[in-house]
Nanobody
């Protein structure tokens, strides 16, 4: 069983940076792949980034490549999403999620555990 708590969201200006954190409880955290998803008002939840258990495999949706970086510190049970050059279209509620394998990591329905979401608002 893994419980995830996301934090770090806020209101920023276009071009600014934010770092989201996803802290997990449970000793099995280091064995889980972690994904970040986001949901804007009136839109479906979408994949943003994912990282495998060891941190050696990472992937991003095209719209954030080169601007966002996902990383993890298993000693701290934490996954980070460093977001730079933020744009108004990045405004959304951001969720972290955990799954036991890195397979099909872009698919929402493959994740077993979800954090509560942290709001990111980017003003133009």
């Amino acid at each position: 069983q893994v419980e995830l708590v996301g934090s770090g969201g806020g209101l920023v200006q276009a071009g600014d940076s934010l770092r989201l954190s996803c802290v997990a409880s449970g000793r099995a955290f280091s064995k889980y792949a972690i994904g970040w998803f986001r949901q804007a008002p009136g839109k479906e939840r979408e994949f943003v980034a994912a990282i495998n258990w060891a941190g050696g495999l990472r992937d991003y949706t095209d719209s954030v490549k080169g601007r966002f970086t996902i990383s993890r510190d298993n000693a701290k049970n934490t996954v980070y999403l460093q977001m730079s050059s933020l744009k108004p279209e990045d405004t959304a509620l951001y969720y972290c999620a955990g799954k036991s394998t890195y397979v099909y990591y872009r698919r929402i329905d493959t994740y077993s555990y979800w954090g509560q979401g942290t709001q990111v608002t980017v003003a133009s």
